[in-house]
């Protein structure tokens, strides 16, 4: 599909007599779609609960095509294109869209084609290693890729952009293995030989800059990101126009750095202004443009602009349903993250819509045991409290009716997540297989989120309960708080989950909410002086679960 699409936009942006030529380079393309923005695939945060169902792709960023004489860097943002041969004349780039545009620029001649043995190994190369590196082979690659600088060296010389292009490839692959401490001077020193061939405002500087920019914005190095991008932007606006998709990119990179450094208004401005030229250009229903929209409803959220995040989130959810339908999990998360919105606008009825039409759905591409649609039936669960609320003082029947239906939903949803915690003997024979156990280990991690979560909305359930007593005699004593303290505590106790709650911050921060939640209704329930023993037993292991969890500030 991305390779159609490539072809695709080079028939409109490219003569007819061009094409073949613009074609033959893009066939040597062999990329995927990523997701290079910072908030992740589809990740929205609602005040009690919090789920990230994100797709990992390797994080490729900037690279080079070199022609002939000279190189020339690509505009890329999310992944890499590395070094490899096209027409002279011709910058091939490849958006976030996983599609190439074709932008004609000025003819470079500077002297004769240098052709000689290190001319052929260097293209051998640095082709295996780009190769290598998008199969994932980046120790191989790594090999290939020094190989290509030292006879780029000796081939064409030390300040020769053949240079630039090597040592770019090399940054890029250090910066995926996170070996930052090389990648850095490669990154400099590709800049500079492409500034003094070229000058400081060329197109393949404006690039190069971009790519400086990725490498530090991964490292939450804000300062030095934002000079390469706003050094980027203005080369690329000068070059290729302020209307340029590619343009747009650096400017959307920017943005993305002024929200995290604190400056809202600036970035959204910036992101919106991405979004319009993207939309301006063709690209309005393109994964890329969705990934920014997204990006933006999740500032407006943020900041607690609802209304507006909602209109956004509508946006996409149309263009997704247009595009990719219901049988789309992308389709399904989007429409999840809309129903949370208008669940926290109070909207409960089509919230609730939409969350039984996404659990339709799951079930029949996943399965009716898969650890998303646990967290689809705890978001319908938490509807059904609320909704349990609201008839309170206008039907007592449909409030229980509501709450009835809310334990169900809970019921299944512990169910689930702790079959996926606690796998059959059969299944875990299965797990032999390197990559089916690091899917599985995903899988647990979700569902133990999923599953504390769930025990913490039990305790909601137990005081909703409580409100419904018709009498003014004290509410009877939780039961259902009971049992989802003692499933908590045995969380921690079983080594499994305890080591994922150990390693991984965000499930450690879901138990501590739960086991204070269940503990604070067990004690307040019962007068101290009259707690069974079995029951003092739970509050002293909540306890000391608390003392090895946290420091002695945050206990309390």
Not at 236 to 246: I, R, S
Not at 368 to 377: C, R, S, Y
């Amino acid at each position: 599909m991305a390779i159609r699409g490539l072809f695709d936009l080079l028939r409109r942006i490219r003569p007819p007599s061009q094409f073949a030529a613009a074609a033959a380079a893009a066939r040597r393309f062999g990329i995927q779609d990523s997701c290079p923005s910072i908030a992740g695939f589809a990740s929205y945060d609602r005040p009690s609960f919090h789920f990230t169902w994100r797709k990992h792709h390797w994080g490729l960023i900037l690279g080079v095509v070199l022609s002939g004489q000279t190189a020339f860097f690509l505009g890329l943002s999310g992944r890499s294109v590395l070094a490899q041969d096209t027409p002279l004349g011709e910058l091939v780039t490849e958006n976030e869209q996983g599609q190439a545009s074709v932008t004609g620029l000025r003819r470079i001649e500077d002297g004769s084609v240098i052709s000689n043995e290190h001319t052929s190994k260097w293209r051998i190369y640095t082709d295996n290693g780009r190769d290598l590196f998008l199969k994932g082979k980046v120790d191989e690659a790594e090999k290939y890729f020094q190989l290509a600088l030292q006879e780029a060296k000796e081939g064409f010389g030390l300040k020769d952009p053949h240079v630039a292009s090597s040592c770019n490839n090399l940054a890029e692959l250090y910066r995926v293995r996170k070996v930052f401490e090389k990648a850095e001077p490669l990154y400099l020193e590709a800049i500079s030989i492409l500034e003094k061939s070229f000058g400081a405002d060329d197109i393949r500087v404006g690039a190069a800059l971009h790519n400086l920019g990725q490498f530090y914005l991964a490292q939450r190095k804000l300062d030095q990101a934002r000079t390469c991008y706003q050094r980027a932007m203005k080369v690329k606006g000068q070059v290729l126009g302020h209307g340029h998709v590619d343009y747009a990119n650096t400017m959307y990179h920017l943005g993305t750095v002024l929200y995290l450094e604190g400056k809202e208004k600036d970035s959204e401005a910036l992101i919106q202004e991405s979004i319009r030229i993207l939309e301006d250009a063709g690209f309005g229903e393109s994964a890329t443009c969705i990934r920014r929209m997204r990006y933006l409803s999740q500032i407006l959220l943020n900041s607690n602009r609802l209304a507006e995040a909602e209109s956004m989130q509508r946006k996409i959810l149309h263009t997704l349903e247009l595009s990719k339908g219901w049988d789309s999990l992308e389709t399904i998360v989007t429409a999840e993250a809309l129903a949370l919105t208008l669940q926290s606008l109070g909207s409960l009825v089509e919230s609730q819509e939409l969350l039984e039409r996404c659990l339709a759905a799951r079930k029949k591409i996943l399965s009716e045991d898969h650890v998303q649609v646990a967290g689809n039936l705890l978001h319908l669960a938490r509807i059904a409290l609320l909704n349990s609320k609201h008839l309170q003082k206008v039907k007592i029947s449909g409030a229980r009716a509501e709450l009835d239906k809310a334990k169900l939903l809970l019921d299944n949803s512990i169910r689930i997540t702790k079959a996926i915690l606690n796998p059959s003997r059969n299944d875990q024979k299965s797990l032999h297989s390197v990559n089916v156990s690091t899917e599985s280990e995903k899988d647990r991690h979700a569902a133990l989120t999923v599953l504390l979560q769930t025990l913490n909305v039990v305790g909601l359930l137990e005081v909703t309960k409580c409100e419904l007593q018709l009498s003014r005699e004290p509410c009877e004593y939780p039961l259902e708080a009971e049992l989802a303290l003692r499933d908590c505590i045995s969380i921690f106790k079983e080594p499994h989950t305890r080591s994922i709650l150990l390693n991984a911050p965000d499930a450690k921060v879901e138990y501590v909410a739960c086991l204070k939640r269940l503990s604070s209704l067990v004690r307040d329930s019962i007068v101290e002086s009259q707690r069974p023993k079995e029951v003092q037993d739970l509050i002293d292991a909540v306890q000391n679960i608390e003392a090895e969890l946290l420091p002695r500030r945050q206990r309390k």
